[in-house]
Structures are given as C-alpha cells and as structure tokens.
Nanobody, 112 residues
Framework: QVQLVESGGGLVQRGGSLRLSCAAS????????LTWYRQAPGQEREPIAT????????NYADSVKGRFTISRDNARKTVYLQMNDLKPEDTAVYYC?????RGQGTQVTVSS
C-alpha cells in the first residue's frame, strides 16, 4: 500500500523559511522521480519541484526557482522541500507525489 506523509508546514512571516518532509512507503522509492505540488485556495494543484532518482537532476516552476530546493534521502525514503524567502503567494497546501498518488498535504501559510 502506497503511503506518502507530508510534514513540516506551518505559519511563517514573509521572508521566512520552512523545510517540508515527505516520508514514503509501499513502493520502490529509490527507483522513481518524485514531485512536490501545491494548491492555493481557489486554484488548481500545480507541480513546483521534481527530483530525479539519484537527486542529480532537479526542475522547478518559475515561481519558486532560486528560493526552493528539493532533495531526497533514498535510505530514509524521504523527499524534502527547503523553502526560503517565503512570500504570501506561497500560501498553499503542499503535497508530494508519485505517479497518481498524493499525500494528505501540509498547510503552509505566509503572513505579510
């Protein structure tokens, strides 16, 4: 059974930082690329960061490029999202994803 469990969200002021984690189980974690998504109120879910199997290749949405960093620890079956210089427009529920699977999400709220 595939499980993806996100954590690390919270309330932070503009310019602050958060580190999200996603613990995975139920599939061969180290064999697959993984993606972080987010969904803001009233908007569709969008992919924001993807990481390759070894972590050697990463891709970012323009809206987060230069501020967010995706990484992974295959031994711990965990993918991370380091978010710096947060802005109010980053407020959303953040999810990690593999194929059609998503976790329950973690709320990130950035106050101005």
């Amino acid at each position: 059974q595939v499980q993806l469990v996100e954590s690390g969200g919270g309330l932070v002021q503009r310019g602050g930082s958060l580190r999200l984690s996603c613990a995975a189980s139920g599939f061969a974690f180290s064999d697959y690329a993984l993606t972080w998504y987010r969904q803001a109120p009233g908007q569709e879910r969008e992919p924001i960061a993807t990481i390759s199997v070894t972590g050697g290749t990463t891709n970012y949405a323009d809206s987060v490029k230069g501020r967010f960093t995706i990484s992974r620890d295959n031994a711990r079956k965990t993918v991370y999202l380091q978010m710096n210089d947060l802005k109010p427009e980053d407020t959303a529920v953040y999810y990690c994803g593999w194929r059609s699977y998503r976790g329950q999400g973690t709320q990130v709220t950035v106050s101005s």
